[in-house]
């Protein structure tokens, strides 16, 4: 092999070797900080980039990894890399013990979804983030529930993950990190508080039922009285109606009755007028008839009549019958 072809693959080989390292593809929702002689010199963007070997170097950062085993154990990797992600990551953090108000130990582990807003803050004002922001979570969280009793823990999710969220956001602003939400996964109380809960809770659902159960039977009961009034309320209002009835019918006989009558009392003084009789005789004979079928009691195989002791006013009483009777024959 000639010097000049040797000449020829050194520089070939020389210019494979500045474009593998010159030339950089930066994918969509990644950067890349470029630093020349170990100053910053410029941040890449997505697209096709160029930099000098030697002259301009990339620098890595460090990234959290939570990995998943078969056996559904989770291990955290850390690797670094010259290319920041931009997009939202999701760290899980693992489970750690907290200490309530009321002096209770109890297992949180938290999700923390934060995204990369300043590549150059997050290279150079920090030394490891992934590990900054999983201790300065521990810590806030520890803070946050040492300032709630249990109760208030197991009920105040939302309340916890929008503080953690705060004050995370606020301290990692510098690190030119945004923290978007934070998420308590489990809240793991001790086994004898656990127990105690679950009987306090047995015991909660006993105490309803046992009222909801008593005010149903009070319920019942001003409802069965209420019945019970409504129907002495209809019954006295339908016998106040039915006497008023009865007694407006009544009435209405009575007037149509004494309308008879009178009719009848005007007919027969009309025909006693015509032949100068008295009325009076004839109304009486007819008041001592009535009264004779009145006095005429049946027993058992005989009879008794009872006549009145004055005959000459029954006769008298007869005679008028007659002459009414002429008279309307007449």
């Not at 080989?13 to 002689?37: A, C, H, N, P």
């Not at 760290?91 to 590549?119: G, S």
């Amino acid at each position: 092999m000639s010097p000049g072809t040797i000449i020829l693959i050194l520089i070939a080989l020389l210019v494979i070797f500045i474009v593998s390292k010159g030339v950089r593809v930066i994918q969509q929702s990644e950067s890349m900080v470029i630093e020349r002689f170990g100053r910053y010199a410029r941040t890449l963007t997505a697209g096709f980039n160029v930099i000098i070997p030697i002259y301009e170097k990339p620098r890595e950062i460090i990234f959290r990894y939570t990995r998943e085993l078969p056996d559904g154990r989770k291990y955290v990797q850390f690797q670094q890399k010259a290319k920041i992600d931009l997009r939202e990551m999701v760290y899980d953090f693992p489970k750690q013990n907290v200490i309530t108000k009321d002096n209770v130990t109890i297992e949180i582990n938290a999700l923390l979804y934060l995204q990369v807003m300043d590549p150059i803050k997050a290279v150079y004002e920090i030394e490891n983030l992934p590990l900054a922001v999983e201790k300065l979570t521990q810590t806030t969280l520890r803070n946050v529930i040492g300032e709630l009793d249990l109760d208030e823990t197991l009920t105040s999710r939302e309340t916890i993950n929008a503080k953690l969220r705060i004050i995370l956001d606020e301290a990692s602003n510098k690190w030119g990190v945004k923290v978007n939400r934070v998420e308590l996964q489990d809240i793991i109380p001790p086994r004898d508080i656990a127990e105690a809960m679950e009987k306090q809770m047995r015991a909660e659902r006993d105490r309803r039922a046992v009222v909801i159960e008593a005010e149903g039977r009070k319920r019942a009961q001003i409802l069965e009285a209420e019945g019970f009034r409504d129907a002495q309320i209809s019954r006295a209002e339908g016998q106040k109606e039915a006497q008023i009835l009865e007694a407006e019918g009544d009435a209405q006989a009575r007037i149509r009755r004494a309308q008879g009558e009178t009719e009848a009392l005007r007919l027969i003084a009309e025909v006693l007028a015509a032949s100068k009789a008295d009325p009076a005789n004839y109304l009486i004979a007819m008041k001592y008839i009535e009264a004779l079928q009145d006095m005429v009691t049946e027993g058992e195989g005989n009879r008794t009549v009872f006549m009145p002791f004055e005959g000459t006013g029954v006769l008298s009483s007869v005679g008028g019958i007659k002459e009414m009777l002429n008279a309307m024959k007449g």
